[in-house]
Nanobody
Framework: QVQLLESGGGLVQAGGSLRLSCAAS????????VGWYRQAPGKERELVAA???????NYGDAVKGRFTISTDNPKNTLYLQMNGLKPEDTAVYYC??????????????WGQGTQVTVSS
């Protein structure tokens, strides 16, 4: 199974930018989708951005036009560039990968999360 390690969170003022990274290790050959999710206190975890090996990309409505998901495949690293940050973006951000090898069942792995705090 893939192991994920996030970095790049922190405290930033409203209007600022951060870039989150998620490094994947282990056997990554069966990954077909990657993404970022976030969870604010008292709220459910929600999609931020996700992309698949086939090239389709989805963004949560709250971040469209401000956040960009990208991958560096040789480095097995996923990124989330966050611009125009707002206090409501404050949350723990998790990276996620989905895997499927052949006809095996799909599996999902999560990182440990990284805190993003946006001050007003």
């Amino acid at each position: 199974q893939v192991q994920l390690l996030e970095s790049g969170g922190g405290l930033v003022q409203a209007g600022g930018s951060l870039r989150l990274s998620c490094a994947a290790s282990g056997d990554t050959t069966c990954i077909f989708g990657v993404g970022w999710y976030r969870q604010a206190p008292g709220k459910e975890r929600e999609l931020v951005a996700a992309t698949t090996a086939g090239g389709s990309t989805n963004y949560g409505d709250a971040v469209k036009g401000r956040f960009t998901i990208s991958t560096d495949n040789p480095k097995n690293t996923l990124y989330l560039q966050m611009n125009g940050l707002k206090p409501e973006d404050t949350a723990v951000y998790y990276c996620n990968v989905r895997e499927q090898c052949g006809t095996d069942a799909q599996s999902t792995s999560w990182g440990q999360g990284t805190q993003v705090t946006v001050s007003s």
